[in-house]
């Protein structure tokens, strides 16, 4: 009796042990820390978030003058993915809203020019970002629907939604 309880014991305090580490190790796989870059150089240009005295009034330039229609807020430039004859570089744009404070924008530079994607994302800073071929997905947890994942796919024009 006493080896069996022993045992029962041992193999709770391991199965609670295994719970606790996956948990643990699981969530910031999940949600990585973004990189953060203020500056992109490329051949199609230089991508600079000017920054001012007040944390939210910063602004994106493409070599010297502000990319329209124009962004304004604690500006980042996480990511950036290089395509055959252009370059997309993603913008987080934090408001400082406390209903929604992040949102998201693609910048794509090409010869001659630049266009701007509309605004989206589910106002987290928790993202994970991928290059699928030509399409560009950001991921991040869902503000509507609990447990959920907002996916928004980028093919260089149009911006989808899917949640999963």
């Known amino acids: ?10 193999l709770l305090a391991t199965g609670a042990l295994l719970a606790w580490c996956q948990s643990t190790v ?3 796989a999940e949600w990585p820390v973004s990189p ?12 600079r978030v000017k920054t001012t005295d007040y944390i939210y009034e910063s602004h994106l330039l493409l070599d010297g003058k502000e990319v329209q229609p124009n962004m304004v807020g604690l500006l980042n430039i996480p990511y950036a ?8 570089a993603l913008i987080s744009v934090n ?16 010869k001659g ?3 701007v994607s509309k605004p989206f994302g589910s ?14 997905e950001l991921a991040t947890p869902s503000n509507v ?9 980028y093919d260089g024009r149009n911006i989808k939604q899917r949640v999963r």
């Open 113 to 115: 020019g630049y266009n």
């Open 95 to 110: 408001t400082g809203s406390s209903l929604c404070p992040v949102q998201y924008r693609w910048v794509t530079l090409y």
């Open 36 to 47: 953060s870059r203020l500056v992109l150089s490329s051949s199609y240009g230089t991508l």
């Open 81 to 88: 993915f290089a395509l055959p004859g252009k370059l997309s």
């Open 123 to 136: 106002c987290s800073s928790q993202i994970r970002v991928s290059a699928i071929g030509r399409r560009f």
């Open 1 to 10: 009796m006493r080896c069996h309880l022993f045992f029962g014991i041992k």
């Open 145 to 153: 629907t609990p447990n959920k994942v907002d996916v928004y796919v």
């Open 26 to 28: 699981a969530s910031p």
